[in-house]
């Protein structure tokens, strides 16, 4: 239930970072703690919200550029930087957040969800790969499916009897 409110903010959050063309950057952790990037950020320990979201991103805020990271429902940290993926082919198409959305996701297991300013377009990186132009109802359900693996593995195992 925590995980799906998570979705449904950070899915707010992001169509309305779309429509203006606000770039946006955020990283849910999964399995593998993020701490080493949250320590080059701004510790934020909130409750995740899409109006603090939105409110992160705006144009020339202090934390707009680097990435805000998400653990369980809480906002762990923003502006922080992440590594930037060196193999991005056709780089032209990907800026500077896209290629850290794919970096994070190459050296860790967690889950990028970018927007991008000049198109408004929604993209979620995982395992090094990206899926762009999402509309609310894929990014929610690619979202549900992606972050339902944890859950998967964090369920004690059932013996059949």
Not at 73 to 82: P, S
Not at 133 to 157: N, Q, Y
Request: glycine share 6%; aromatic share 4%.
């Amino acid at each position: 239930q925590e995980m799906r409110q998570v979705i449904d903010e950070l899915a707010k959050a992001c169509m309305e970072l779309s429509r203006q063309r606000i770039g946006a950057l955020i990283v849910l952790e999964r399995t593998m703690r993020l701490d080493e990037y949250a320590e080059r950020g701004v510790h934020l320990g909130a409750r995740l919200s899409a109006q603090l979201l939105q409110n992160l991103f705006y144009p020339n805020a202090p934390l707009h550029d680097g990435a805000v990271l998400v653990r369980g429902d809480q906002l762990l940290a923003a502006g922080c930087v992440l590594p930037l993926s060196e193999d991005v082919l056709d780089s032209y198409q990907y800026g500077t957040r896209h290629r850290a959305a794919i970096g994070i996701s190459e050296v860790t297991d967690a889950v990028a969800v970018v927007v991008s300013e000049e198109t408004g377009a929604i993209s979620v990186a995982q395992r090094g790969r990206i899926v762009r132009w999402l509309d609310r109802t894929k990014l929610v359900g690619l979202l549900e499916a992606l972050l339902r693996l944890d859950e998967v593995r964090a369920a004690p195992a059932r013996r059949k009897r």
